[in-house]
């Protein structure tokens, strides 16, 4: 129970398949006691079918790109927890249009948003979550990705804004560290799941990983959930400002 007692709050939850889920599952598990945030009503009537296996969980709605939102959202985490333990930023988003073709043709518009829901969110859920996490030894962890570091096929815009997100865990690892806040982040290799589906060739990269990563095989959702459970917990407690690569190898190969 490497949580028992702990609480923390999951962004991005989606359905069954997201890796986001299957670390609030396994925070879950080991005895975390959790809020999850959902942004639509379609989006509600999953993670409220997804909770029911959880120990009564907090479910609130936000919208990552709305400053009030999020300021609803931590103060109800404030009122029913009292402060934080962990956080977990999942969330990143880029209009479909800008993961196709070449990322010259990026738009302004779609590069701002995917800038502000991919990067920029993580400051600000760090802001707020900071002061219900001072005081005792505290966990944010993000999700990235390996297009934030090379090239990868039709990732463009999201490329950057991973790479933004790879710094920003930087920063914040420097400027919350004083306080016994820890932050980290999990480069995740390919997996199946809702974002991903909106990539161009997606199979082809997960057969290219497959047969060049070290290990030969891709990666699970479950095995990002153990990696996630790992920073999330006091096992990690002289980790910051990392990217953990979960991903069988493939980021060490220079193809």
């Known amino acids: 129970m490497l949580l028992n007692g702990k609480r923390g709050v999951v962004f991005g939850v989606a359905n069954k398949r997201s890796l986001a889920w299957a670390i609030a599952r396994r925070a879950s598990e080991h ?20 909770a029911e296996g959880l120990n009564d969980p907090l479910i ?8 009030q939102e999020l300021d609803a959202a931590f103060a109800a985490i404030k009122d029913r927890f009292g402060g934080l333990d962990f956080l977990v930023h999942a969330v990143a ?14 738009s302004r518009e779609g590069y701002r948003l995917a800038q502000e829901i991919s990067s920029y969110s993580l ?24 297009g934030g570091e090379r090239v990868i096929p039709h990732y463009n815009v999201m490329g950057v804004a991973k790479a ?40 082809r990269i997960l057969e290219h990983m497959r047969e060049h990563a070290p290990l030969r ?25 990392e990217i953990l690569h979960v991903d069988s190898g493939y980021h060490i190969v220079g193809m």
């Open 31 to 50: 005895g975390a006691s959790l809020a999850l945030t959902y942004q639509g009503e379609r989006i509600e009537e999953n993670v409220r079918e997804l």
């Open 93 to 106: 988003f880029a209009r479909k249009e800008e993961l196709e073709g070449e990322y010259l043709n990026t």
């Open 123 to 146: 400051c600000a859920m760090a802001r707020l979550a900071a002061p219900l996490m001072e005081g005792h030894p505290s966990s944010i962890l993000a999700l990235t990705y390996l």
């Open 217 to 241: 095989r891709n990666v699970d959702q479950s095995e990002v959930a153990d990696s996630a459970l790992f920073l999330l917990s006091d096992l990690s407690r002289g980790v910051t400002g």
């Open 164 to 203: 933004a997100l790879d710094m920003s865990v930087r920063y914040l690892a420097a400027d919350l560290g004083p306080r016994g806040i820890r932050v980290n982040a999990i480069s995740a290799g390919p997996i199946k799941t809702l974002a991903s589906a909106g990539i161009r060739g997606f199979s």
């Open 60 to 67: 609130l709605p936000c919208d990552v790109s709305k400053d």
